[in-house]
């Protein structure tokens, strides 16, 4: 085998299972904390989807970004928070790990003392939220994130109508890993 052998596009399908003990914690609601930082999040900063917008870096975030907007609990998720250590939680953040909009940097030093935190959330809409296929609870981190930065027009994760029109020979991914439809591409010929 040559260190230069090209490997060609191809799609992989997985099937993750996961194993998760969420130790034993009360019924989740929204705390006080939570609502304050999900009104200051969506309401009064109005961040878009962080997803949507990243896709569209350097442009705009497109309008879908700002529809449907929920938090997720980004770092720590919330069933787990009584299972991790908020010392270590805290490296991370002073660090400059998993600082979406820079309130680690402004909070620096601060313990993180619940994962209502505003520290630990992030803004996406319902699709990169609990999408059974694109959204982050859906999704393992590397493809999640990898999709988070991928090329414009290109998704990496693709839903269940996207694989199915591949699947079913109705459309193709391009070179540059953009999903064409056949008869537009017929159309063009």
Same mark, same amino acid.
């Given at each position: ?29 929204? *705390? ?16 878009? %989807?962080?997803? %949507? ?8 975030? !497109? ?20 299972? $991790? ?13 998993? =600082? ?14 619940? !994962? =209502? ?7 996406? %809409? ?25 090329? =414009?027009? $290109? =998704? ?11 699947? *079913? ?21």
């Amino acid at each position: 085998m040559t260190a230069n052998r090209v490997v060609e596009e191809h799609e992989v399908t997985e099937k993750v299972t996961e194993y998760v003990v969420f130790p034993e914690h009360s019924q989740r609601t929204e *705390s006080e904390l939570f609502r304050a930082n999900k009104r200051k999040l969506v309401h009064e900063l109005n961040l878009p %989807c962080f997803k %949507c917008a990243m896709k569209a870096w350097p442009d705009k975030p !497109p309008p879908e970004a700002y529809h449907n907007r929920e938090v997720h609990h980004w770092l720590v998720e919330w069933a787990a928070w009584i299972a $991790v250590d908020p010392a270590k939680v805290q490296r991370l953040l002073d660090h400059g790990f998993f =600082d979406p909009y820079g309130f680690a940097a402004k909070m620096q030093g601060q313990p993180v003392e619940s !994962p =209502d935190d505003i520290r630990n959330l992030i803004v996406l %809409c319902e699709r990169h939220h609990r999408d059974g296929h694109v959204g982050i609870h859906h999704s393992t981190a590397p493809e999640w994130l990898s999709d988070l930065v991928a090329k =414009d027009g $290109v =998704d990496i994760l693709l839903t269940d109508e996207e694989w199915r029109l591949l699947a *079913s020979g109705q459309a193709e991914l391009g070179d540059d890993g953009k999903l064409i439809m056949k008869e537009a591409q017929a159309h063009h010929a």
